[in-house]
């Protein structure tokens, strides 16, 4: 009967706009599970709660944020109950979708999306098994000599290898919406920001990696990928490395990533570089 009444009140309270007057106790928040909330903490660390400079909102239940999401280009739902996801979902839902994903902790993104999904759905793909992996030591393997940063001069050579990217591991043409212009800006802005990782033969990218996110304390890789022609020769693992290392050992943080349960060939890889699973991710293409 307790829990029925919380779920209540919590619902009828819904989820509230967070600014300013909420920022210790959004820090606390995010400092709870630094690794899975390192997009978001990211984002704050970088701009503030300012919805505009944010790039999105931040949604908040009860007093002390036993709820907390993050809504912008993606939903990322890092914690809350039942109530809270019902919550979140309700102010969703009273908006236009702007989100092209949920993503975050597991429990939370499945439990948001079923409430989201009669009205949402069908989605295009989800992804409920997805090791949120950490390491926070130099790996274990060598890193690539030749993997660097991507320079500004090189955008033209690497774009070619991130839609390649993309489309392999999304399904869909990053420039099908509006010619490619919003994800060539944000390609762009890694690159500018130093955390674009490639090694290059000639013209050609053969290996590349991104920090998507980087935190005051964890820098999250993504879209690790290697040219199709130069698989099976250990480009991935040793390239991957050295992302590691630039991130441990130059930029003082934790590096993590998350990957697809089923591809075990990854997590192969990545167990040896030495990752550590640490939590479980969920992913909703809507």
Known sequence: MVS??????????????????????????????????????????????DPWRLGGELWGVGSRLSGLCF???????????RAALRAFADRALRRRR??????????????????????????RDIRPDQPLLALPTSPRLSPDPLVRRVRPDDLERYLPA????????????????DGGASYRARVVELVAGGRAFARFDGDE?????????????????????????HRGRGLGAHGTAAVVDHLVNRLGRTASLYVNGYNHVARRVYERIGFQTVGRFGTVLV
């Open 98 to 123: 702007f989100c092209s994903s949920l993503v975050g902790p597991a429990e939370q993104v499945l439990g948001l999306w079923r409430e989201l999904e009669p009205i949402w759905g069908p989605a």
């Open 205 to 229: 990218v053969v290996f590349k990696a991104e920090i998507g996110a980087l935190s005051s304390r964890v820098g999250q890789i993504q879209g690790v990928w290697v040219h199709p022609d």
């Open 162 to 177: 991130a839609i390649a990217m993309f489309i392999e591991e999304v399904g869909i043409d990053p420039r099908s919406e």
């Open 4 to 49: 029925g009444s919380l779920d209540g009140v919590l619902r009828l309270a819904g989820a509230r706009l967070l600014d300013e007057r909420d920022e210790v106790a959004i820090r606390s928040a995010i400092t709870v599970d630094p690794v899975a909330a390192c997009m978001v903490a990211a984002r704050v660390e970088a701009t503030g709660l």
């Open 71 to 81: 809504s912008g280009a993606n939903l990322i739902p890092l914690r809350g109950g």
